[in-house]
């Protein structure tokens, strides 16, 4: 399906590690998207936050970054969907719940948790894993790919 | 300061997870994909994320405090309870289905695909459902 690239895999993955180190040094807090972009929503929500404008600001990072990216010379980035809508509707649905259900996602668990050896985000972690491979698989499965 | 920095530090995490191929939904099902071809970059990804945080923690949480705020925010649950078994099961399927999850779909609508916005519309919307409303 997709082509095995380790060195910008490296290379990205590093990138995301500095950041996540990044973070803590500056601000001391945990590079976890979920919680951070859940900060933002807290406005919809009816919650005043005075740590609003830094969760806004990293937001906005992620976005313009690919732009960046571009900018700096890069090849547009490749994207393919992959899925039908359905398949990514339900599936924002339950990332949006289930992280805030379990304290967090890929980096915060998947990086910056296991990155300090922490019990409840290796749990974590290996629990989504295997719940998304097992996903795709019976996904597979089913449409007789 | 700690906007600027904030602002830094989304930028380079969005750039790792561009320069990684991590907001390609395509390449996240292709490492989930046992059964088929597949993509091992995402291993990668995060060994190379966790080999430089792990170090970079150590060095940075041996400090007093962070650069421009009082104090390190850390989680303080340690217990292995039902919502985050629960929890991760249930994100790991949706990651599983769309090939999406919060970082790289919001850096991912930078590249202006509709459906990331579906998905994105999805995520506040199941966000919002878990974590409900202050009463008016």
């Known amino acids: 399906m997709t082509e095995f690239t380790p060195l910008s895999a490296a290379l990205g993955g590093a990138l995301i590690g500095l950041a996540a180190v990044a973070l803590m040094a500056t601000n001391g807090r945990i590079a976890g998207i979920s919680g951070i972009f859940a900060g933002v929503l807290a406005p919809v929500r009816g919650e005043g936050r005075a740590d609003f404008p830094w969760r806004l600001a990293f937001v906005a990072g992620l976005l313009i970054a690919p732009l960046l990216y571009q900018a700096l010379g890069g090849l547009r980035p490749a994207f393919d969907i992959a899925r039908p809508l359905g398949f990514t509707l339900i599936g924002g649905l339950l990332v949006g719940y289930g992280s805030r259900l379990g304290s967090g996602c890929t980096s915060g668990h998947g990086v910056c948790g296991v990155s300090r050896v922490s019990k409840r985000s290796v749990v974590a972690t290996a629990t989504f894993m295997a719940s998304a491979i097992a996903t795709v698989f019976i996904v597979r499965l089913l449409s007789g790919a | ?136």
Not at chain 2, 96 to 119: E, K, M, N
């Open chain 2, 1 to 136: 300061m700690k906007v600027l920095s904030a602002l830094a530090v989304g930028l380079i995490f969005g750039l790792g997870l561009t320069v990684s191929g991590m907001i390609n939904p395509a390449k996240i099902i292709g490492f989930l994909d046992i059964g088929g071809a597949w993509d091992p970059s995402l291993l990668v990804v995060m060994a190379s994320a966790l080999a430089v945080a792990s170090v970079g923690y150590r060095i940075v949480l041996a400090r007093a405090k962070p650069a421009f705020e009082d104090k390190f925010q850390l989680p303080t649950k340690t217990e292995i309870d039902r919502p985050l078994m629960l929890g991760s099961a249930l994100f790991g399927i949706g990651w599983g289905l769309s090939g999406l999850c919060p970082g790289p779909a919001i850096s991912a609508a930078a590249l202006g695909d509709g459906a990331v916005y579906v998905f994105l519309l999805a995520m506040v919307a199941g966000m919002l459902l878990k974590d409900g409303w202050k009463s008016a």
